[in-house]
């Protein structure tokens, strides 16, 4: 028999004695990590019946970094309510209703009730070939603040926005003895009129998963804009008529009417054209992938954001690099984190991994481990060096041993620390 609804209700606590205790004693586990700085305590209600969902949440957050009262954020309750509705003449169309009351930074609060309708018809093929999708959305705010510099305090405050976006892409296809390529130029266009929340101090980036959003902040962004990327795709074919993806290259840039100061700077959004944001990843046959994401300025003169991850496997040993860069608008970050591993046998395996800090440029960490595993059980001894100094966190020397029982869970030694 069918399941009418799903209903799930779960608990979280998490409380610590002192604010480095995590890092002093290396605790590392499902529930929390040693870099953890933000304490949640949460509780919460989940219910889907259909096209229908319920929500009700109660949070509270602490900063351990924070030796102030206003460490503590309270986030109760909320309660999100969805809808969905769907017919073959107007497509697919969405409800959704969100209320919250947040208290933060002591004295400050903010009671707010969204209610957003999306509105998606099914997407058209016309006989050239163009796939067209139009998207609009309507979005109503009601709230009352005190205490805060960027809602309007000490009075009820309606808001009612909207937003409609138009996309059309052309994909083609070319067929060849042992790939296939795919090429798809992208076209965009959305316009909303108004004004809007100012956000300028937010943490937005720009990237290409999120180019062809309608909407890329918690509010509707107004103006008017064009997008404009492409997508390319080599496909190697294998055996048993499947394929494996060989090459993607993923490129675009917003070009805005006008300039919005009230759209976060390191999202590059706020300007009349954006970062040049694309992606690019390549698969070595057997052997692993790389994968590039990168931001340039609109200059062309400028590589704001870089971004590399590597995974090489050459039989029994295993390479990985991961290297971020960030400047100007986006951030400051920059380091490189490498890592190899051995394996001995079907069982055995050695692991050496370290991290630089190019913008102190220092090395953070580096660790060594040894790792077995087998049917039942997998254990491991690591030694992990680090370079980092917190409040009554020094530098230091710890050595752990760890045992997992399938599938039952795991065993951890406490950490035997040499400072």
């Known amino acids: 028999k069918d399941k009418l609804y799903d209903s799930n209700l779960s608990i979280k606590v998490q409380r610590t004695s002192n604010d480095t205790y995590f890092r002093v004693h290396d605790i590392n586990t499902a529930l929390v990590d040693s870099e953890a700085t933000n304490m949640e305590n949460k509780i919460s209600y989940n219910f889907v019946k259909g096209n229908t969902t319920f929500d009700l949440t109660g949070t509270i957050y602490e900063n351990l970094r924070d030796d102030s009262n206003s460490r503590y954020e309270y986030v109760l309750p909320n309660i999100l309510f969805g809808k969905s509705f769907f017919t073959e003449n107007f497509g697919f169309l969405d409800f959704k209703s969100n209320a919250v009351h947040r208290t933060y930074e002591t004295n ?78 992208n076209f965009m266009i959305r316009y909303s009129p108004g004004h809007m929340r100012n956000l300028s101090g937010d943490d ?52 805005n009417h006008e300039e919005n100061k009230d759209i976060p700077s390191k999202s590059s959004l706020d300007q009349k054209m954006s970062d040049i944001v694309g992606e690019i990843n390549y698969n070595f046959s057997e052997i692993g992938q790389i994968n590039y994401k990168f931001s340039l300025d609109h200059n062309l003169n400028d590589l704001n954001y870089n971004e590399v991850a590597t995974s090489l496997n050459f039989g029994k040993i295993g390479f990985n690099l ?98």
């Open 108 to 185: 400050k609060h903010t009671t707010m009730l969204t209610n957003d309708i999306i509105w998606n018809p099914v997407s058209s093929i016309t006989k050239a070939g163009f796939v067209n999708t139009l998207e609009g959305m309507v979005k109503n705010t009601n709230y009352e603040a005190k205490n805060t510099s960027v809602y309007k305090d000490d009075q009820t405050v309606n808001e009612v926005s909207g937003v409609i976006s138009f996309k059309s892409s052309l994909p083609l296809k070319k067929d060849g003895v042992n790939f296939s390529k795919f090429f798809s130029p």
């Open 204 to 255: 937005i980036t720009l990237n290409y998963s999120n180019l062809f959003s309608t909407n890329k902040t918690s509010v509707i962004e107004n103006g008017l804009s064009t997008i404009l990327g492409f997508d390319y795709k080599i496909n190697e074919k294998m055996e048993n008529n499947t394929s494996r993806e060989k090459l993607s290259i993923s490129l675009g840039q917003v070009f």
């Open 322 to 419: 991961d290297y971020l860069e960030e400047q100007n608008h986006i951030g400051n970050e920059n380091y490189v984190k490498a890592g190899i591993s051995l394996s001995l046998s079907d069982n055995n395996k050695l692991s050496f991994e370290t991290k630089k800090n190019f913008r102190t440029d220092s090395t953070e960490l580096y660790d060594m481990s040894y790792q077995y595993i087998n049917d039942c059980l997998t254990a491991g001894i690591v030694y992990r060096r680090e370079f980092y100094e917190d409040n009554d966190v020094d530098q230091k020397d710890s050595l752990m041993f760890k045992i997992t029982f399938v599938p039952f869970g795991a065993i951890k030694s406490p950490s035997f620390i040499n400072p």
